[in-house]
């Protein structure tokens, strides 16, 4: 297996888990919250695509594809490069709404694809290139970041299959 191969799957598996945790939902389930200062369903799967979407544009040098495709829009959120969740309040995540799980995928798998071409042009050696300006003492490799993101998103997909089971209980599983 080439590492191109290896990252592209796992990165596939994210969505893969969010298809799944997604069907069937409405726009109400998907902005339910267990409680006020709780992450939503649709917030966990927005901010692990905003993560992705930010740390493969910077690798890229590309314009992240939530401003340059106007997703942004379908939230009704600003064009914020930073803006990824991180560090919200709860009066923010009460305020927070997602669109419907086809935003949700379509979002996704546009980032995904971006993703996989990136991968797909990596050599080992640009794993080990290191990524200044970051908060991270040491600051981190490309590699790291990529695995970093990977574990961020498949810790959210997961969280956001919980919250659906205590949404709806057992059975949709």
């Known amino acids: 297996m080439e590492l191109h191969e290896m990252l592209s799957g796992a990165y596939a598996g994210i969505l893969r888990t969010l298809e799944y945790t997604l069907e069937g939902l409405t726009v109400e389930d998907i902005n339910w919250q267990p409680k006020p200062d709780s992450n939503s369903i649709g917030w966990l799967v927005w901010h692990l695509t905003r993560w992705q979407d930010v740390q493969i544009s910077s690798f890229t040098g590309q314009e992240q ?51 996989q071409k990136y991968f797909a042009t990596l050599k080992e050696a640009d794993l080990d290139k290191v990524i200044e300006g970051t908060p991270f003492k040491p600051p981190p490799t490309v590699g ?30």
Do not use: N
């Open 65 to 115: 594809l939530w401003i340059k495709d106007g997703w942004h829009e379908k939230w009704g959120r600003p064009a914020d490069p930073k803006g990824t969740g991180s560090g919200m309040k709860e009066v923010d995540l009460a305020q927070f709404r997602s669109p419907d799980a086809i935003t949700l995928l379509g979002y996704h798998k546009a980032v995904l694809e971006r993703s």
């Open 144 to 173: 790291m970041m990529l695995i970093i993101t990977m574990s961020d998103g498949i810790s959210h997909a997961g969280q956001a299959g919980y919250v659906r089971g205590m949404l709806q209980g057992m059975g949709w599983h």
